[in-house]
């Protein structure tokens, strides 16, 4: 049996499919969003990507050293020690003199080496080398050598008549200033020709003398002069 103090309007039964499909459309518009913020939120996201490569390993041989071997031994040799005897006379080189005062005159020390280093000196100057660092020249050179003896020999008259021709060989020593001396006759041809080459020979003018480690040195020289009939 109705109530017959309730209205028509006040009747909410009627409102319930209305109600029922506000919440639905709710609860779906909630639903979406939801998904929709997750997709989003979802595409924010960075992807890194660990890539690895593939390097292969590097074997560095090992090599073996040679061991060296060991040092010989020492050889030790045992000391030797002369017995002199008190017989043996030891001459003294040093002189004093007691009585010396300031008027004495003292002789200069001069020790054995520089001695013995002139001693050489004199025996280098004195020597005679064939073959030297820095050989004797003559004035203006080969060419030089040639004009002069060009210039200056004189065919001997004997050896003219007697048709003689040839090469004379002569030997001569280039001294340390340059002059010649000691001239003297390997191999002549004769009819005048060795004097004459002889005579030019002594009368040429002061070499270039030689020098052996920068020092002029006397120096043995050979020379051939020609003989020639035209």
């Known amino acids: 049996m109705k109530d017959k103090r309730k209205s028509k309007k006040a009747d909410l039964e009627r ?20 998904l929709e913020i997750k997709s989003h939120d979802s595409g924010e996201k960075e992807i890194f990507i660990v890539q690895t490569e593939d390097i292969p390993e590097e074997f560095i041989p090992i090599t073996e050293q040679e061991a060296k071997p060991p040092p010989p031994p020492l050889v030790t040799q045992p000391t030797r020690i002369d017995v002199v005897s008190n017989d043996l006379e030891v001459e003294d080189d040093l002189e004093i003199n007691v009585e010396a005062d300031q008027n004495t005159v003292i002789q200069e ?20 080398f064939i073959v030297v660092e820095s050989m004797p020249e003559f004035p203006g050179g080969e060419k030089g050598l040639h004009e002069y003896l060009a210039q200056n020999l004189k065919y001997p008259k004997v050896a003219r008549e007697a048709n003689i021709s040839g090469r004379v ?62």
């Not at 020390?109 to 004195?126: A, G, K």
């Not at 004769?190 to 006397?218: H, L, N």
Request: hydrophobic share 40%; aromatic share 12%; net charge negative.
């Open 15 to 34: 409102w319930k499919p209305v109600f029922f499909e506000i919440g639905l459309i709710i609860v779906l518009f909630l639903i979406w969003r939801g």
């Open 109 to 128: 020390y001069i020790p054995q080496e520089e001695i013995f280093e002139e001693e050489e000196e004199t025996e280098e100057e004195s020597q005679i």
């Open 169 to 230: 060989f002569l030997t001569f020593v280039v001294e340390t200033d340059g002059s010649v001396t000691d001239v003297r006759l390997l191999r002549g041809i004769g009819g005048g020709c060795d004097e004459e080459a002889i005579r030019v020979v002594e009368a040429m003018p002061k070499w270039s003398p030689g020098k052996q480690r920068g020092k002029p040195v006397r120096v043995q020289y050979n020379i051939p002069i020609s003989f020639v009939l035209k």
